[in-house]
C-alpha cells in the first residue's frame, strides 16, 4: 500500500492487521465473555490486548512478517516486523495515545518514547519545529539498554528495522470504528499517517445472542434465553442452572 506520506505497507498485511484488530474487539472478545459467563466485565478493556496479542502470535509468524513478544515493565505486548518495509508495528488505542502526547508531566519513558528516539529520532513533525528544546525523562540515559531488552528477540533474528510505525484504533460497543497507522517523532508528533478503515470489514456477529451495537451487559442472561421450566428452576433455585433448559436465541 503506497502513500504520500511514505508509510509503504504490503496491501495484504494491512488487511490482515485491520481484520485482527477487528476480530479481537469484536467475535473474540464476545465468545470469551460468553464462554466465562461473566456478569460483569471490569476487565474487557485489558483482556481485549491478550486476545490481540493471541492472534497477532497465531496469524504472523513467517519470515515476511513475524510476531514477537517482549515486555516492559509488567505489561507484556506483541510487536510485528514486516521484512519488506523493515517497519516495526506497535498498537495502542486513539485515547490512550492522546494522552501520552498530551502528559508534559511525565518523568519516565514510555516505550513509544523509546522506539521513537531509537528507530525515528531523524523525523520532525510540524509541532516539533516550534519547540526548542525535545522533553528529557529521568530515564533517558538508560535507552540503550532499554532498547535492547525491548528488540532483544528481534536482534538474535538479526532483523533490520527501519522505521517504527503505531496503529491506531478506536472502538465502541464490540465494534471497531477506525483504524490507521501513523508514523510519530521523538515528541509524540505525528509526521506521516495512513488511514486503513476502508479494511474494516462490518459483518453480523457471528456469536449467538449478540448483534451489532448491543452490549451483552444489557441482557443478564448473556444473550441466552431460558426455557419456562429452566425459568422455573431458577426462581426456584438461583444457584442451580441446568444446561438442558437453555437455547439459544
Known amino acids: 500500500m503506497k502513500n504520500s506520506n511514505g508509510i509503504d505497507v504490503d496491501a495484504k498485511v494491512v488487511k490482515e492487521i485491520v481484520g485482527i484488530v477487528n476480530d479481537s474487539i469484536g ?8 464462554k466465562q459467563r461473566l456478569r460483569t466485565q471490569n476487565s474487557t478493556p485489558t483482556r481485549i490486548w491478550d486476545l ?6 497465531e496469524h504472523f509468524e513467517s519470515d515476511d512478517c513475524m510476531s514477537y513478544i517482549t515486555k516492559r515493565g509488567p505489561w507484556q505486548m506483541v510487536m510485528l516486523f514486516e521484512k519488506k518495509s523493515g517497519f516495526l508495528f506497535t498498537f ?33 513533525g510540524s509541532q516539533n519545529q516550534m519547540s526548542l528544546f525535545e522533553k528529557r525523562f529521568n530515564d533517558q540515559d538508560q535507552l540503550q539498554e532499554a532498547i535492547d531488552k525491548l528488540l532483544k528477540d528481534l536482534h538474535k533474528d538479526d532483523a533490520i528495522i527501519q ?16 483504524v490507521r497507522a501513523v508514523m510519530i517523532d521523538s515528541n509524540l508528533d505525528i509526521v506521516a499517517e495512513v488511514d ?28 441466552l434465553k431460558l426455557t419456562k421450566k429452566a425459568a422455573e428452576r431458577k426462581r426456584t433455585n438461583p444457584l442451580k442452572e441446568s444446561k438442558e433448559g437453555v437455547k439459544a436465541k
Open 52 to 57: 490481540l496479542n493471541t492472534s497477532l502470535c
Open 163 to 178: 522505521r517504527h510505525i503505531l496503529v491506531l484504533f478506536e472502538s465502541s460497543h464490540y465494534v471497531l470504528n477506525s
Open 92 to 124: 495502542m488505542r486513539e485515547k490512550r495515545f492522546a494522552q501520552l502526547a498530551q502528559d508534559s508531566k511525565r518523568k519516565n519513558m514510555h516505550y513509544l518514547d523509546m522506539l521513537t528516539r531509537h528507530l525515528n529520532s531523524d523525523l520532525q
Open 196 to 223: 486503513w478503515s476502508e479494511h474494516i470489514v462490518a459483518e453480523e456477529s457471528t456469536i449467538v445472542g449478540y448483534t451489532s451495537g448491543t452490549s451483552v451487559m444489557d441482557s443478564p442472561t448473556r444473550g
Open 27 to 34: 467475535d473474540r472478545i464476545k465468545e470469551d465473555v460468553r
